[in-house]
């Protein structure tokens, strides 16, 4: 369905994160779905003649008519908003909606070539200038920042992964941890997985931004505030270091399955979120669901996947066969080709030696869950 933008109305958009992609141009389409796939807190816009068929399960919503009827809706609801449109008409088109630099939102334009991405309007108070180095950062381009003021390198807290797809857990603590951070306070950095090159500058870490082995030996440092990666639950000990802190979940988990022909979304799901929750895992850390190629039309697993914008990866039974098994299954070669689904899908995808989960079978379900390792030599 396409969102009509009629002149005098308000367009009737669905805000679903804080930041808002907008793309009028083929090339522009392309770079909003890019940014899209690693930018998680993203909503994204373009012109519905651009349709590429999924952009009901991928959450993308299309309009018809001209950008500039769709922009005052945008800035009313979102807290930054990036243009894939040439820098001379988003001056042109935002240049009314103005009204102060405290309340307009961050404004950020990228070119039709993804080369540039340019901090317009609310750079400092707005946080563009931070938008602006996380989407280059996730496109591989050039930020391009004039704010002469904009001299401290730290950690953008509200930002913080977001290029990664990281999300947090809690929103509470963003205003007093960024805080801290600004004000060169002590911060804890314990970090148990996700990608580990999330440091923008060619600068050391500011010595107030301590990294610790674990969330005890934090606690032991008695930091101001903290930042916690990790695709874990803590337990209740843990937890006291979130007093000034917040939990960063990665994109790093991912589920194998195999499922019986027709098993409901409902089932698929319930043994997932069950699952996880023994397991001690954030269902906010999944980053994809992985199976045999013989399930890439699986009604159920389609749902799942679509509902919660995870990737569904799907292998031919040669390769599922390639990879280590420790319970190889005779029959489910026979009807599949492969001596296993899940087990060695989520090897393959993880490249993990020990999974958290080998395999559990559950109603019409079979399940395995693994975290994905990065390399130390990505860090800085």
Known sequence: MSIELKEGELAPIQQQNPYAIAAITKHGVEISRRLHQVFSQTDVYY????????????????????????????????????????????????APLLKDKKTDPAVVVIDDRGENVISVLSGHIGGANELTREV???LHARAVITTASDVQKTI????????????W?????????SASVVNEEHT????????????????????????????????????????????RLLNKEEETILQNGIVFR???????????????????????????SELGISLKSVKALCTIDLKKDEKGLLE??????????????????????HAPSETVYRYTGAYGVSEPAVRIYTGASELELVKKKSGNVTISVGVMSFSKEEFM
């Open 304 to 325: 799942v996947t679509g509902k919660y914008g995870w990737a569904f990866v799907c292998y031919s039974p040669a390769t599922l066969n390639q990879a280590e098994i």
């Open 136 to 138: 280059a950062a996730a």
């Open 156 to 167: 953008p807290v509200d930002l913080f992964g977001s290029r990664f797809g990281w999300v």
């Open 47 to 94: 012109m519905d003649k651009f349709s590429k068929c999924d952009e009901e399960i991928k959450g993308i919503q299309l309009f018809s008519g001209s950008v500039k009827l769709l922009l005052p809706a945008l800035f009313q609801q979102y807290k930054g908003i990036i243009l894939i449109i040439s820098l001379g008409a988003v001056v042109r088109m935002i």
């Open 250 to 276: 990665p994109k790093s988990v991912a589920i194998g399955m195999g499922c019986n022909r027709g098993t409901t979304a409902e089932e698929i799901e319930k043994v997932i979120i069950e699952t996880l």
């Open 169 to 177: 857990d809690s929103a509470e603590k963003l205003t007093p941890v």
């Open 188 to 231: 804890a950095i314990v970090q148990e997985s996700g990608e580990l090159n999330w440091w923008m500058y060619e600068t050391p870490l500011p010595q107030n931004l301590v990294i610790y082995d674990s969330i005890q030996e934090a606690l032991k440092a008695k930091p101001n505030a903290a930042l916690i990666i990790t695709h």
